[in-house]
């Protein structure tokens, strides 16, 4: 599993010009799914994403998670993290087959919004979607298969 989290003050994602899920202060966590990755996988990386401190203390030190600030979470599924580029086109042989990867996805969506997290938001599996952040910082952070 790969995890791009983005530190936001706002972020949306939308579908044919429809916005399909929006958030305030919080994250923003690109996922894809590799084929070796499960439901339990799902479970370490939501304990990991809810309580890694990405938020600044009042002397700026990274020292609160998204459950201590209160934070949203916008989930967005996205399988060219799995991308290959060896040669000149990606090839996305690591990534779970969409069947799989949207049953993890779901799974995810699922399990955030039974975290504690205030409010849960994702973008839709498959689907061509526009995303738009703030991104407050900026923080990016990867999380790869080690999760």
């Known amino acids: 599993m790969r995890a791009v989290l983005q530190r936001v003050s706002s972020a949306e994602v939308s579908v044919n010009s429809q916005i399909v899920g929006s ?13 070796d990755d499960t439901e339990t996988s799902i479970e370490k990386l939501v304990e ?9 203390n009042d002397r700026g030190n990274f020292d609160l998670s998204l459950l201590d600030v209160g934070g949203e979470l916008l989930l967005v599924p996205q399988f060219t993290l ?3 580029t060896t040669g ?47 991104n407050n910082g900026p923080v990016t952070i990867l999380l790869d298969d080690k999760i």
């Open 88 to 134: 000149r086109r990606p090839s996305f042989f690591e990534a779970a087959t969409p069947r799989i990867a949207e049953g993890l996805f779901l799974f995810a969506v699922k399990q955030f919004s039974a975290s504690g997290i205030p409010k849960v938001e994702s973008g839709i599996f498959g689907a061509h979607m526009s995303v738009q952040s703030v």
């Open 23 to 35: 958030i305030e202060e919080g994250l923003m966590a690109y996922l894809g799914f590799g084929h």
């Open 82 to 84: 799995f991308a290959d």
């Open 48 to 56: 990991k994403v809810s309580k890694l401190r990405m938020f600044s």
